[in-house]
């Protein structure tokens, strides 16, 4: 039915569907049938527009529910769609087709299985499932996994898949992609063997697959779908935008909503280029632009439009609001990341106690997993309950729980727990079997796991590949225990992190999974050295390790608020899109953090880091409270970072400092004496000298804290950058 009945319709009978929209949203809702493009800002109420527009086809363009295809990106936003829907038109939302993208693929499948080439029950892979397939694939071709770490190539297929190619279609050009293009392939007949074993990015895939070569089919659904409809379709990878198109042909009804503003996913494969490529391949889309906003005041939303008016690739708006302008955003220079929440936390209890502001009103947003680790300290010690919001609290991570496991296991070798998390992780050649042996002998001779596997070993019961690999780890244990003679105990553990090889392994993971795995790492060593610095040691204390490693199982107790309860939220930005806080404390906002480090040289993704900040300063609706530090310990060593150019970007006249840079007394920084420095075998280094070490490769030595085999030494590595080490245990040799 054309756009001009449509309108008559919506006078008589559908006027409730569009009262309670403004004008930029009625005129979306009402849009001709055809190819529209809603530019939808932050606040400007997208979902709102998308329901009432699925409903305006259906009470006023009379569409059959059956013609309507709605995608979404989460299960969560689907079924608060259907919802609304049927809410708006008074019936139930059968008929209609609302899902995510893998979930419609999925349903595609499943009902023309056989035209996929699949069997009619066939398996879907979970991530945990595909690695497992992809780890027995490389023992099936005798590769070593160390060499090629199996989250790697795992990586390498979903990408290589969400760019819609098989392996005939990849072109390598050195011997690394070649092997990866041979490792996708064994991978895609592992699945084949196994009974048509279909992973999340094969469900795009193949779905695509089967309608672009059963023509017959595709035009079937193109027949059926005549009204399609996006959301959030500035997080689209590839896969996904020729999916659509595909499927929506040259004649179907789409209706787009998306926000190049807040693209925050390229390392997750999402294409904000996609925006503008839609324009090229449908010249006559029409361009709509939701731009009031109904959350947040004149002052962050200004300070939002300033910030993100440096992007160069975008399509452009800009937000405002009928709202109050609110109060300037507060700016506060902490001199360490213990000063910055020390200042959030007690600037919440204040909100709370003074304003009448719940716990939940209250959001700290930070660029990176680690960040949250002094937070949750400062809130615990103050007995405020707070929640981390879709993660882990920071000593519940699996990479944490990993290192403390160790720690556990060199002071007390019968710890049971920890043997078992530890003893094949990372991963050297420890399988079910040989852990089945010991837990036998443990139960039988009623001891430890521990000396189950000495017992085991002397009497030579345990296999040769299996009594190698356990010795091995044996022999590391005992090894690991030396550096626990060493006074500090940041430098004790970041010497048991460094040899007992969970560094190295989380390494491997080039993801950004994977780099936040090993910046939680050397939180860990900063939250030992914070510790240690605030502990007060008697004659008749624990052991500081001891000591820490009772905090660290404490700090993990119950403090976390439900999702009921009233507490602090803690999350990512990456977390925080699509929701909202009266008040919002966003952190970290240091050069080299946020933007990250490896964002600095790239336009793209530097870009994409300005994204993410607006994304943050947009979730606030009252207060925005913004904080950098200019001391912290970030990868074992201490940065004096400069504030973020993000921060600068924001017009002074919406900023107020909560306190002058240099208007206090700075707090004093003990001064160490530079000595020469020794290794083990009492060779001397002199600052500036090349040195070598067995993991790291060739550096320069930086400085020096200490003396003697104490004395710790900093040395810049070529490949491996800045690293603290122990002299006793660096075995640093000089180059010639």
Known sequence: MGAASGMESAIVDSSNLIDSLNAAQREAVTAPCGRTLVLAGAGSG?????THRAAWLLQAEEASAYSILAVTFTNKAAAEMRGRIAGLVGIAAGGMWIGTFHGLAHRLLRLHWREAGLPQHFQILDAEDQRRLIRRTLRNLEIDE??????????FINARKDEGRRPEALEPHDAYSEQMRQLYRAYEEACR????????????LRCYELLRHQPALLEHYRRRFRHILVDEFQDTNRIQYEWLRLLAGSESDVFIVGDDDQSIYGWRGAQVENMQRLQRDEPSTRVLRLEQNYRSTRTILAAANALIARNSRRLGKHLWTEGAAGEPIAVYAAFSEQDEARFVVERIRSLIESEGYARSDCAILYRSNAQSRAFEETLFGREIPYRVYGGLRFFERAEIKDALAYLRLLVNRNDDASFERVINTPPRGIGVKTLDALRSQARQRQTSLWQAAGELLRAGALSGRAARATTAFIELIDRLSGPLAEPALAARIEVVLAQCGLHE????????????RLENLDELISAARTFEQAREPTDDEADSLTAFLAHAALEAGEVQAGEQDDGVQLMTLHSAKGLEFPVVFLVGLEEGLFPHRMALDEPGRLEEERRLCYVGITRARQRLLLSFAERRRLHGQDHYGTASRFLLELPTELVQEVRARFSVTRPQTKVHAVE?????DTAAFSLGQRVRHATFGEGIVLSCEGSGPNTRVQVNFAHSGSKWLVAAYANLKPCP
């Open 676 to 680: 020469p420095m020794v290794t083990a």
């Open 193 to 204: 063997a196994g009974g048509g074993l279909v992973d999340f990015a094969e469900l795009l």
């Open 505 to 516: 392994h989380y390494a491997k993971d080039r993801s950004e999974r994977g780099l936040d």
């Open 146 to 155: 160390s060499r090629w770490p199996p989250r790697q190539i795992q990586g």
């Open 46 to 50: 997208k979902t709102r527009v998308l």
